[in-house]
């Protein structure tokens, strides 16, 4: 599938295992934090704010809250799903300032909102899934981007690539 969603629940923490994410993600943060390493650098998000991570190999360390769990909202898309949304809505390509393999997202009461009917429709049969899904990303690219503009655009361009990260670098 071009999109998918996965619910990512643990009640103990993880500390830098290696990941290789085969598509673009959104890692919507709700309880806990998280702690992405790229090559020379890395990031730490709280239930505060979410990110969006390129696809490539990363390593990742996710840690409980204080109550004692880690949750987060998986959203995977793929590049064709992202080009097609760049073309449908006319995205012209920016030049992006620096090349980061992520974007953080502030998490607001929208983003609480979509998390709350991306729960919902988790429950519909997979032959529905699929549009809704593709509806839902649409959804929230056009708010991003209002929300962020051309910078948001940029990160989006420099997620279409051709080379993969070199997990030697990173570790």
Do not use: R
């Amino acid at each position: 599938p071009d999109l998918f969603i996965y619910d990512f629940k643990m009640t103990s923490d993880v500390v830098k295992s290696k990941v290789n994410l085969g598509m673009n993600m959104f890692s919507f943060l709700q309880e806990g934090k998280k702690q992405v390493h790229f090559a020379g650098t890395s990031v730490a998000v709280n239930k505060d704010q979410s990110l969006i991570l390129k696809k490539g190999n990363w390593l990742w360390t996710e840690l409980l809250d204080t109550e004692g769990t880690y949750y987060c909202k998986l959203f995977f898309f793929s590049e064709k799903i992202l080009k097609e949304f760049l073309n449908k809505y006319s995205i012209g390509k920016t030049s992006p300032t620096k090349k980061k393999p992520y974007f953080i997202i502030k998490n607001d009461a929208y983003i609480t909102s979509y998390l709350n009917t991306l729960n919902t429709i988790s429950k519909v049969p997979a032959s529905f899934m699929e549009n809704l899904l593709s509806v839902k990303f649409e959804e929230i690219m056009l708010y991003l981007i209002n929300k962020y503009g051309k910078t948001f655009e940029a990160y989006l361009h420099s997620l279409i690539i051709k080379e993969t990260s070199a997990f030697k670098k990173i570790v």
